[in-house]
C-alpha cells in the first residue's frame, strides 16, 4: 500500500498559469505535511510546511491540507520557467512521526 | 541558514571497496539521515539517527552501516560496494518540527 501517492507527471503549465499539484496520503494519524522542489541533478530544498487544516500562502506558493480528505496540495500562482522541477510531497507517520516521501511529480513550465 | 555538506560531490568506487560518505551540519540539530534516491523509486531511507551513538535501521539497511561519534558529523559506510549501490546518496538533518534540510548529495558510481 503507497502512503503518499502523486501523480508522476510530467504536469505541463505554461507560463503565467497556476500550477496545480496535488498528493494524497494514507495515514490518518499524519499531522504534519510538507513540500520539497527537487531541481535535476540536485538535492530537495524545502518551499512548504503545514501542520493544519486550510491554506497557507508564501509568496507565489500556496499549500493547502483537507485532513478529512487525506489530501495535500500546492498551488503556484504565475508559474515561471524556474518552477519547472520535481515536486515532492512528505508526511509524517502518525506512529512514529517518521517523514514518509511521496516519489515526486514532475512540473515543466512551457514558456 | 541550515548548512548541511557532504564530503564528496561524484565519487566512482571499484566493487569491494569500502566506502565512507561524511556529512556534517552546522544547525544543532538532533536528527539526521541518509537516503538513496534512484530515477522511479524515489527516496529511500537507509538509516538514521536521533542521537549521538545511537542508530536505527531505515527501509534499506542491507549493505550499510553508519557511525555518528558527534553530533554534527552523521558517516555512511559501505562495506564492501557493489554495483546496485551505484545511486544518488542524501543526508539531511532534520528540526523539531519535522522539516528536513539535504545535504547537496553525493553521486556514487561503483564499477
Known amino acids: 500500500q503507497k502512503e503518499v501517492e502523486q501523480n508522476s507527471g510530467p504536469l505541463s503549465v505554461p507560463e503565467g498559469a497556476i500550477a496545480s499539484l496535488n498528493c494524497t496520503y494514507s495515514?490518518?494519524?499524519?499531522?504534519?505535511f510538507f513540500w520539497y522542489r527537487q531541481y535535476s541533478g540536485k538535492s530537495p530544498e524545502l518551499i512548504m510546511s503545514i501542520y493544519s487544516n486550510g491554506d497557507k500562502e508564501d509568496g507565489r506558493f500556496t499549500a493547502q491540507l483537507n485532513k478529512a480528505s487525506q489530501y495535500v496540495s500546492l498551488l503556484i500562482r504565475d508559474s515561471q520557467p524556474s518552477d519547472s522541477a520535481t515536486y515532492l510531497c512528505?508526511?509524517?507517520?502518525?506512529?512514529?512521526?517518521?517523514?514518509?516521501f511521496g516519489k515526486g511529480t514532475r512540473l515543466h513550465i512551457l514558456p | 541558514d541550515v548548512k548541511v555538506t557532504q564530503s564528496s560531490r561524484y565519487l566512482v568506487k571499484r566493487t569491494g571497496e569500502k566506502v565512507f560518505l561524511e556529512c556534517v551540519q552546522d544547525m544543532d540539530h538532533e536528527n539526521m539521515f541518509w537516503y538513496r534516491q534512484d530515477p522511479g523509486l524515489g527516496l529511500r531511507l537507509i538509516y538514521f539517527?536521533?542521537?549521538?551513538?545511537?542508530?536505527e535501521k531505515g527501509d534499506i539497511p542491507e549493505g550499510y552501516s553508519v557511525s555518528r561519534e558527534k553530533k554534527e558529523r552523521f558517516s555512511l559506510i559501505l562495506e564492501s560496494a557493489s554495483t546496485n549501490q551505484t545511486s544518488m546518496y542524501l543526508c539531511a538533518t532534520e528540526d523539531s518540527s519535522y522539516e528536513q534540510y539535504f545535504g547537496p548529495g553525493t553521486r556514487l558510481t561503483v564499477t
Open positions: 539517527s536521533y542521537d549521538v551513538k545511537m542508530k
Open positions: 495515514d490518518r494519524g499524519s499531522q504534519s
Open positions: 512528505a508526511v509524517t507517520s502518525g506512529r512514529d512521526d517518521k517523514i514518509i
